[in-house]
């Protein structure tokens, strides 16, 4: 089925450099972009020397679940060093691409991009005697990595490199978008993005539209706050973001 917006206005509210995308991407399928980024990621200031405590120690994996945190992983210098020998797994194939610009090769993907399919699926045959892992994450990660790891009985460490902040400084810019707009779609590609809309929206209240989440995490967690219809698209991803608006419009006439 060919992917047609058909027009619609999409509210986005990814942080700024990863909006970009997104925007593109509608404006290419014929819809219009409302850019309205909620997030702002900063990569923690004593992330650096955070991970002084890991050198010497060898990890035999390295889990990656953001392009945020590769690139924060990476603006340490003993970085390169901590990640010598060691394995490289990715939550999916944009943070694997993030990851192959600094060099490294992937060995692990899961087949949907979230935490529970990482744990679902890593191989029995790559859980070595006494391995020891490293998860490189943001301050707001889910603990869903940890709690199975120490269900495993597997050694791991946790670098935490970067925070998700709300960016207060759209507050006005979002109450515009919402006032004046009329927006046929509010998009949500995380929880973080979901509680960013809830504090910045207050004074108008939730919208009659349509609201999409990247995935089924986000989607329970705007169920969770009471949000109304919501879509989920069934490739946790912006490109499955944009079919599922298109296949809702199509079914929808």
């Known amino acids: 089925m060919p992917v047609d917006l058909h027009g619609k206005k999409i509210l986005i509210t990814r942080e700024q450099k990863q909006a970009k995308e997104f925007s593109e991407k509608v404006l290419r399928y014929g819809g219009i972009p409302l850019e309205v980024p909620l997030l702002k990621i900063s990569c923690i200031e004593n992330s650096c020397a955070q991970q002084e405590q890991f050198n010497g120690r060898h990890y035999d994996w390295l889990f990656f679940t953001s392009t945020n945190g590769v690139d924060c992983f990476f603006t340490c210098e003993n970085s390169k060093k901590i ?6 797994a990715a ?4 943070t694997a691409a993030k990851l192959e610009e600094y060099g490294y090769t992937v060995e692990f993907i899961p ?4 935490a529970e399919a990482m744990t679902n699926e890593f191989p029995e045959q790559n859980r070595l005697p ?7 994450q943001g301050s707001k990660s889910r603990d869903v990595l940890p709690k199975w790891l120490t269900e495993q009985n597997v050694l ?9 902040l709300f960016h207060y400084e759209n507050k006005g810019k979002l109450i515009k978008a ?3 707009e009329n927006p046929d779609f509010i998009t949500f590609t995380s929880p973080s993005t979901i509680d960013a809309f809830v504090e910045m929206s207050q004074e108008v209240g939730q ?9 089924s995490t986000t989607a329970q967690h705007a169920n969770d ?3 109304g219809h919501i879509l989920t698209a069934d490739e946790f991803t912006i490109d499955g973001m944009i079919q599922c608006m298109s296949d809702y419009l199509a079914v929808k006439g």
């Open 207 to 215: 919208p009659d539209c349509t609201f999409v989440g990247i995935g």
């Open 225 to 227: 706050l009471g949000f």
């Open 91 to 94: 939550v999916g194939h944009k």
């Open 130 to 136: 006494d391995m020891r892992i490293l998860l490189v």
């Open 111 to 114: 087949s949907t991009y979230h």
């Open 83 to 88: 990640a010598s020998g060691a394995r490289i």
């Open 178 to 180: 919402l006032h004046h």
């Open 156 to 164: 791991f460490d946790t670098a935490v490199v970067y925070e998700s």
